[in-house]
């Protein structure tokens, strides 16, 4: 069972949009998260003196997926430093490093791993990282705080707006399943908590109809072109669960046309996802 925290994010130029700092209880990390435009400001910062790692995210392409890199630096800001001269998609950075400075380059070099791992894995992005680097050699008690530090990271993300690296194992906020059967495919999914997924052998309609939306072309093209949607018996599958933003994106997905899921996806009885919610 979750149990409950708290994270307190600090504005220290007193803007909303600007340089926030961030804390969670009972835990000996902290982050700094900062548009572009504030790494002068940023690098005041003793959070990017040690030892981190750091996301870079750029703002949704075409698909409608943000581009996003995850690397290391033992400190980081130099790395960040590298970053602004030689990559331009970048407008929001994203580092966490630990308080007692006991983070050290192997760690890191794990953490960013793993990191870039679960993004490649939930491909809820564009990821810029070339490859995935091997994770390093760990003592099984080093492994664990590393992936104690990691776990921390990972609840503190969606706080602040950072979801590419949840899959589909996020608690279900309705049990019950919900289909959608339309052109001779049939998908099912289900409300998660920070959207709707898709289960994996679910169809999808092979062609979008001529007034489908160009962002769920987009999509669509890019589901396809990272594998989570495969051609199988004129049309396409899906390869594992997949998280979409909302029920109406993953019934345009299916159905290959603009939809609202809060009445295409159903129950078996044909109670539609709007009612269901209705009723809640």
């Known amino acids: 069972m979750s149990k409950a925290f708290s994270i307190k994010i600090f504005l220290p130029e007193g803007n909303p949009d600007g340089l926030r700092t961030i804390e969670k ?134 706080v602040i707006g950072i979801t590419a690296f949840s899959g589909a194992s996020a608690g279900k906020k309705n049990e019950r399943g919900l289909f959608i059967s339309a052109k001779g495919i049939e998908a099912t999914g289900a409300e998660v908590e920070d959207g709707f997924v898709v289960f994996g052998k679910s169809k999808a309609v092979e062609n979008e109809v001529p007034s489908c939306h160009a962002y769920l072309k987009e999509l669509r093209k890019a589901l396809v072109e990272n594998g989570v949607l495969k051609k199988a018996d004129g049309g396409f599958v899906f390869t594992q669960d997949y998280v979409f933003q909302s029920p109406s994106t993953a019934a345009g997905v299916v159905q290959g046309r603009s939809a609202n899921g809060r009445v295409d996806w159903k129950t078996k009885d044909g109670t539609t996802l709007k009612d269901l919610q209705s009723t809640e």
Request: hydrophobic letters at 35%.
């Open 25 to 158: 209880s009972g835990w000996n990390g902290s982050g700094v998260v900062f548009p572009r435009t504030m790494l002068g400001e940023a690098r005041k910062r003793p959070e990017l003196g040690r030892a981190g790692i750091y996301i870079l995210i750029g703002p949704p392409e075409e698909s409608g997926l943000p581009k996003i890199y995850v690397g290391e630096g033992d400190p980081v800001q130099p790395r960040l430093d590298s970053h602004a001269a030689k990559k331009d998609f970048w407008t929001i950075c994203a580092a966490f490093t630990a308080k007692d400075s006991n983070l050290n380059k192997a760690y890191v070099q794990y953490i960013e791993a793993r990191l870039i791992s679960l993004a490649s894995n939930s491909k809820r992005s564009v990821l810029d990282n070339g490859n995935t680097p091997a994770l390093p050699s760990l003592s099984e008690s080093d492994k664990a705080d590393a992936e104690g530090f990691l776990a921390e990271i990972l609840l503190c993300l969606p």
